[in-house]
């Protein structure tokens, strides 16, 4: 079991709240990838592999009992730990970029900020379970309300986190844009409020930029 935590240059993640607009910024992102001639690997979580996708299930259907916050997280980190073994780990050794729709961050943010978990426990699964880092977070940042609105009505019933209320979700924002803070180097804050094509935009040139500071053994 690794204590190690690799930051990995060929992982690439997308973070924010609901609504953000990350399933277009994945597009643009895997478009610039391509064009540029990499192999690419899209994936998300919780899921990304048969099993952690069952366990997504049952972190998100709102039929059973209340999940208690613990229950979540250590779901959370279950369904990551495939994940990275089975996808993540040898997409990377093949020499593909990996794109991921959600990570680690997401973690610290809905259940460290969002439920009230100790950072400390979750950082210690992230070194334990997990081991890996990427090399770049695109965090699409955008006001709660506006985000909620924009996914208004789109399931007949909302998941067991979508569910929260708007609290919640602020304490969330504030948990991501905290990690950026700390993070400079690693993080790139995209104002997700703009129209889609500047979005777009925006999360390609971060992206282009990034790619100019790797090196030939980043990318092997
Ligand atoms: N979760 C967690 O708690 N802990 C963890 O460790 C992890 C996850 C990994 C499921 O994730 C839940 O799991 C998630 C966090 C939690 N719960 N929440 N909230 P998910 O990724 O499946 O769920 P999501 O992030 O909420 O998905 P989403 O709401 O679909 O967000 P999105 O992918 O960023 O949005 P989108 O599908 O790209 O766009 C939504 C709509 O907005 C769509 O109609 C677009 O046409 C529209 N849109 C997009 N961009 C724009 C712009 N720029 N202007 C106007 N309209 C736009």
């Known amino acids: 079991m690794t204590e190690a935590l690799l930051t990995h240059p060929r992982l690439i993640t997308l973070e924010g709240g609901e609504g953000a607009g990350k399933t277009s910024a994945i597009t643009a992102v895997r478009e610039l990838l391509q064009a540029r001639g990499h192999d690419v690997a899209l994936t998300r979580e919780p899921g990304g592999t048969p099993l952690a996708e069952r366990i997504r299930e049952l972190l998100l259907d709102p039929r059973d009992e209340a999940l208690a916050p613990e229950t979540e997280l250590l779901l959370m980190f279950a369904s990551r730990a495939q994940h990275v073994r089975q996808v993540l780990r ?131």
């Open 90 to 220: 040898p997409a990377l050794q093949r020499g593909a970029f990996v794109v991921s729709d959600r990570f680690t961050d997401s973690s610290y943010a809905y259940q460290g900020h969002g439920r009230g978990l100790d950072a400390e426990w979750i950082a210690a699964l992230e070194r334990r379970a997990v081991g890996l880092k990427p090399g770049l977070t695109l965090l699409l940042d955008l006001d709660v309300r506006e985000g909620r609105a924009r996914t208004a009505g789109r399931d007949l019933w909302p998941d067991r986190i979508e569910s929260e209320q708007d609290d919640f979700f602020e304490r969330v924002r504030a948990g991501f844009r905290a990690r950026a803070l700390a993070e400079p180097g690693r993080f790139r804050l995209i104002d997700a409020s703009q129209p889609p094509v500047a979005v777009g935009a925006a999360v390609t040139d971060a992206l282009s930029a990034y790619l100019g500071t790797l090196t030939d053994s980043d990318l092997a």
